[in-house]
């Protein structure tokens, strides 16, 4: 084992390595192209066939990655995809990328990682590197990927190696080859695999002490802006009662410069992390008789967020003597964070719902979002439209749920009769009168 870890450090060093990336999505494909990238051969593993073709065609499926050097990549044999799971006997080092979201009942939903682990085992060999990236409960890596992956009869942390290490990218924002790697091992030879094997994609690797330490890591990250967001809302809806206004108490706060960290106040919690990771650790605390009433609160306040907002524009719309129920509302922004075309758990979906519950009549515009459809839990069928004279024309109300750059806000407070902004989007603007802050 101990020369079977020293050639695949030479391998790694030399990018004679053979690098296998499950999961070609958000986080997988990014990754695969930093690999590439780094000079290692990649193969993409997927179950999605389109997303496989995609890649077989040198065609990048995400606007914010650069399709230019996933072309070249392809082009040059440098990655590939396939769903045939018999070729990861081929690979060196595999890491694992795919979802790890809630079942209906709120819980981790851990088919995912149990399915690629069921397809990986029998290919497991001698040497081989497995790094679990999938956000996930502390023990995840030691108590459900590796009987797995050891139920061909190898050892992990013996026979092949195996790591946990969390992605930590904001697709579009912060890529994650800028981002420091947290990386635990099972072992510490599995650790210094990992960290290698990272150091050749990322500025920095941080070790620690176990795979599970580096799973609570990554959960507390994503906790703690949970906490923060659903903090900041919390007051949010304090100081519309107080006639305060929350953005310049936010501002205000973080001019002491040290001790504060601004978050933003919105209609809710959005993106494929925040709104869920935190639950994954609630469930695992129920095994040590604890209960993370800190999670919980912050979950039952950014739930309830998008309520608030539509109760705000209910109250905006009857302090002008008229109804929700056939006012006509113009939903600015429906991906669940500025400039990106994402609509995962966006708080715009359940606003939207809400609206038309009350009977509303609701259109949307989104520079980013040219249709919204069937999601998971919502059916909708709308097309963005756009954002002119005519929009404000038919809007009785104006709703700022995103804050994307490419819109003129500017022209908005113009032509808009009434504005709900949940963004602070209008701040420093003139002629704001007619805005509601919610
Ligand atoms: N998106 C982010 O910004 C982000 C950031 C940090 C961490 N994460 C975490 O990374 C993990 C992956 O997230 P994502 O956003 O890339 O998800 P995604 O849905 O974009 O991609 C997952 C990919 O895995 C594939 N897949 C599903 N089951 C498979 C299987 N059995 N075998 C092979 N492929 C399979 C899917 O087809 C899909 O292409 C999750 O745990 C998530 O919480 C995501």
Same mark, same amino acid.
């Given at each position: 084992m101990r020369q079977e870890k020293w050639a695949l450090l030479d391998a790694i060093a030399a990018r004679r390595t053979k690098v296998g990336v499950v999961g070609l999505g958000y986080v997988g494909l990014p990754l695969s192209m930093a690999f590439g990238n780094a000079g290692f051969r990649v193969l993409g593993l997927d179950i999605d066939a389109r997303k496989v073709e995609a890649i077989e065609k040198g065609e990048c499926y995400f606007r914010h990655l650069d399709a230019a050097s996933l072309a070249w990549l392809a082009g040059e044999g440098r990655l590939i995809a396939s769903q045939d799971f018999q070729r990861a006997a081929e690979l060196d080092c595999v890491v694992i990328c795919v979802p790890t979201p809630l079942t209906r009942q709120r819980e981790p939903d851990m088919s995912f990682i149990v399915e690629t682990a069921r397809a990986l085992a029998p290919h497991v060999r001698p040497g081989q590197l497995f790094v679990l990236e999938s956000t996930t409960w502390p023990g995840t890596t030691e108590e459900i990927v590796r009987p797995i992956l050891e139920s061909g009869g190898l050892k992990a942390g013996v026979d092949f190696h195996l790591a946990f290490s969390p992605e930590r990218e904001d697709p579009g924002v912060h890529a994650s080859t800028s981002v420091p790697k947290l990386v635990g091992g099972l072992s510490p030879d599995c650790l210094e695999l990992a960290c290698a094997l990272y150091a050749t994609v990322v500025p920095r690797v941080v070790p620690l002490s176990s795979t599970r330490a580096a799973e609570m890591a990554k959960l507390l990250e994503n906790i703690f802006r949970a906490v923060n967001i659903a903090l900041v809302n919390e007051l949010k809806m304090l100081c519309d009662r107080m006639g305060l206004d929350v953005w310049e108490i936010i501002d205000a706060a973080a001019t002491k410069g040290f001790g504060f960290m601004a978050f933003q106040p919105g209609p809710g919690l959005g993106g494929h992390c925040i709104p869920i990771d935190p639950f994954y650790l609630t469930w695992k605390a129920r095994e040590f008789e604890l209960q993370t009433r800190f999670i919980e609160l912050a979950g039952e306040i950014n739930t309830q967020m998008p309520r608030y907002v539509v109760h705000r524009t209910q109250e905006a719309l009857n302090a002008r003597e008229r109804a929700l129920r056939g006012a006509r509302v113009l939903v600015l922004g429906v991906a669940y964070k500025k400039d990106v075309d994402d609509l995962r758990e966006s708080p715009a979906l359940r606003v939207i719902e809400l609206l038309m519950e009350g009977g509303a009549e609701v259109r949307y515009h989104d520079p980013h979002i040219a249709q919204l459809g069937q999601t998971r839990e919502h059916s909708f069928d709308l097309s963005s439209v756009p954002l002119d004279e005519a929009a404000f024309e038919w809007a009785d109300v104006v709703m700022i749920l995103t804050d994307h750059s490419d819109v003129d806000y500017g022209a908005v407070v113009r032509g808009a009769k009434l504005i709900v902004d949940t963004r602070n989007a209008?701040? =420093?603007? =003139? =002629?704001?009168?007619?805005v509601v802050r919610a």
């Amino acid at each position: 084992m101990r020369q079977e870890k020293w050639a695949l450090l030479d391998a790694i060093a030399a990018r004679r390595t053979k690098v296998g990336v499950v999961g070609l999505g958000y986080v997988g494909l990014p990754l695969s192209m930093a690999f590439g990238n780094a000079g290692f051969r990649v193969l993409g593993l997927d179950i999605d066939a389109r997303k496989v073709e995609a890649i077989e065609k040198g065609e990048c499926y995400f606007r914010h990655l650069d399709a230019a050097s996933l072309a070249w990549l392809a082009g040059e044999g440098r990655l590939i995809a396939s769903q045939d799971f018999q070729r990861a006997a081929e690979l060196d080092c595999v890491v694992i990328c795919v979802p790890t979201p809630l079942t209906r009942q709120r819980e981790p939903d851990m088919s995912f990682i149990v399915e690629t682990a069921r397809a990986l085992a029998p290919h497991v060999r001698p040497g081989q590197l497995f790094v679990l990236e999938s956000t996930t409960w502390p023990g995840t890596t030691e108590e459900i990927v590796r009987p797995i992956l050891e139920s061909g009869g190898l050892k992990a942390g013996v026979d092949f190696h195996l790591a946990f290490s969390p992605e930590r990218e904001d697709p579009g924002v912060h890529a994650s080859t800028s981002v420091p790697k947290l990386v635990g091992g099972l072992s510490p030879d599995c650790l210094e695999l990992a960290c290698a094997l990272y150091a050749t994609v990322v500025p920095r690797v941080v070790p620690l002490s176990s795979t599970r330490a580096a799973e609570m890591a990554k959960l507390l990250e994503n906790i703690f802006r949970a906490v923060n967001i659903a903090l900041v809302n919390e007051l949010k809806m304090l100081c519309d009662r107080m006639g305060l206004d929350v953005w310049e108490i936010i501002d205000a706060a973080a001019t002491k410069g040290f001790g504060f960290m601004a978050f933003q106040p919105g209609p809710g919690l959005g993106g494929h992390c925040i709104p869920i990771d935190p639950f994954y650790l609630t469930w695992k605390a129920r095994e040590f008789e604890l209960q993370t009433r800190f999670i919980e609160l912050a979950g039952e306040i950014n739930t309830q967020m998008p309520r608030y907002v539509v109760h705000r524009t209910q109250e905006a719309l009857n302090a002008r003597e008229r109804a929700l129920r056939g006012a006509r509302v113009l939903v600015l922004g429906v991906a669940y964070k500025k400039d990106v075309d994402d609509l995962r758990e966006s708080p715009a979906l359940r606003v939207i719902e809400l609206l038309m519950e009350g009977g509303a009549e609701v259109r949307y515009h989104d520079p980013h979002i040219a249709q919204l459809g069937q999601t998971r839990e919502h059916s909708f069928d709308l097309s963005s439209v756009p954002l002119d004279e005519a929009a404000f024309e038919w809007a009785d109300v104006v709703m700022i749920l995103t804050d994307h750059s490419d819109v003129d806000y500017g022209a908005v407070v113009r032509g808009a009769k009434l504005i709900v902004d949940t963004r602070n989007a209008t701040r =420093g603007l =003139g =002629g704001t009168e007619h805005v509601v802050r919610a």
